[in-house]
Nanobody
Framework: QVQLVESGGGLVQAGGSLSVSCAAS????????MGWFRQAPGKEREWVAG????????EYTDSVKGRFTISRDNAKKRVYLQMNSLKPEDTAVYYC??????????????????WGQGTQVTVSS
């Protein structure tokens, strides 16, 4: 049984920082690329960041480049998203997802195999 569980969400003021994490179980973690997605009220789910199986490749959507950092620890079977200089428009439910394929980091939600339940991040102005 594959399970992805996000944690670390909460309320933060604009300009502040927050880190969310995702703990994986029931899978060979290093065989998967990992991604973070988010969904704000009234909007479609959006790809935010991705990381290859080894962590050697990281990619980000333009709106978070320079502010967010994705990382992973294969020994701990965890993936992280460090979020700095947060803006109200970053408010969303943040989801981690696992992609069994290797190669380029992928950005379409239907290309991912497993999903967590999400954690709420709220940025106040």
């Amino acid at each position: 049984q594959v399970q992805l569980v996000e944690s670390g969400g909460g309320l933060v003021q604009a300009g502040g920082s927050l880190s969310v994490s995702c703990a994986a179980s029931g899978l060979t973690f290093s065989s998967y690329a990992m991604g973070w997605f988010r969904q704000a009220p009234g909007k479609e789910r959006e790809w935010v960041a991705g990381i290859s199986w080894s962590g050697s490749i990281t990619e980000y959507t333009d709106s978070v480049k320079g502010r967010f950092t994705i990382s992973r620890d294969n020994a701990k079977k965890r993936v992280y998203l460090q979020m700095n200089s947060l803006k109200p428009e970053d408010t969303a439910v943040y989801y981690c997802a696992a992609d069994r394929n290797v190669g380029r980091v992928r950005i379409k939600d239907y290309e991912y195999d497993y999903w967590g339940q999400g954690t709420q991040v709220t940025v106040s102005s």
